[in-house]
């Protein structure tokens, strides 16, 4: 079976704080993993995505992510946050069955001046 | 660029009504999707579609039907709509791989009264 968890459904962090959103996969095959950004009234944007290449994965805005295998995780981190990072972020887990994806519950990111 | 749009931002509507929401992609993708998203649930998979004329139920297509007509075009109808069809929809085209990207419209926020 093939799941995806997000610990945390809301983290604070001030500006210029690491911001750290967790991500913890389930998978009988090897995963494909995303994650996505939702900015308030809009839909999900990309922002990383691991396909078994490089396990360290940069995204845009400044975002990276790392795959462990070991920890079957798939954390997002960035180094300073931005108010304008402020939204909700979802990690997704391909089914490997015709690109449909499990997401996750989402993690909503509030940046306080 | 890449573009899904959809047909309305926001949406009200009456219980019994028969509702349409329509999706529209420019990128000659193979595959659609429609979600609903609902606090603390994140996205749920409600039906999608590989190819014109064809589609799969989702995770909860219970209280919806979906049309395919042409490849740029998804729709996703509610026969009749109730309460609990309160949400927002968003609307996903991908090729399909499993390593491709999921791309999103902006949404509808549909209420029904």
């Known amino acids: 079976a093939q799941s995806v968890t997000q610990l945390g459904s809301h983290v604070s962090v001030s500006e210029g704080a690491l911001v750290l959103l967790r991500c913890n996969y389930s998978?009988?095959?090897?995963?494909?993993l995303f994650w996505y950004v939702q900015y308030p009234n809009q839909g999900l944007q990309l922002l990383l995505k691991y396909t078994s290449a490089a396990t360290l994965v940069k995204g845009i805005n400044g975002f990276e992510a790392e795959f462990k295998k070991s920890e079957t995780s798939f954390h997002l981190t960035k180094p300073s946050a931005h108010m304008s990072d402020a939204a909700e972020y979802f990690c997704a887990l391909t089914k490997h069955t015709g690109n449909q994806f499990y997401f996750g519950t989402g993690t909503s990111l509030t940046v306080i001046p | 660029d890449v573009k899904v749009t959809q047909s309305s931002r926001y949406l009200v509507k009456r219980t019994g009504e028969k509702v349409f929401l329509e999706c529209v992609q420019d990128m000659d993708h193979e595959n659609m999707f429609w979600y609903r998203q609902d606090p603390g649930l994140g996205l749920r998979l409600i039906y999608f579609?590989?190819?014109?004329?064809?589609?799969e139920k989702g995770d909860i297509p219970e209280g919806y039907s979906v049309s395919r007509e042409k490849k740029e075009r998804f729709s996703l109808i509610l026969e009749s709509a109730s309460t609990n069809q309160t949400s927002m929809y968003l609307c996903?085209?991908?090729?399909?791989?499993?390593?491709?990207?999921?791309?999103f419209g902006p949404g509808t926020r549909l209420t029904v009264l």
């Open positions: 998978s009988s095959v090897p995963p494909y």
């Open positions: 579609s590989y190819d014109v004329k064809m589609k």
């Open positions: 996903a085209s991908s090729l399909p791989g499993d390593t491709d990207t999921q791309y």
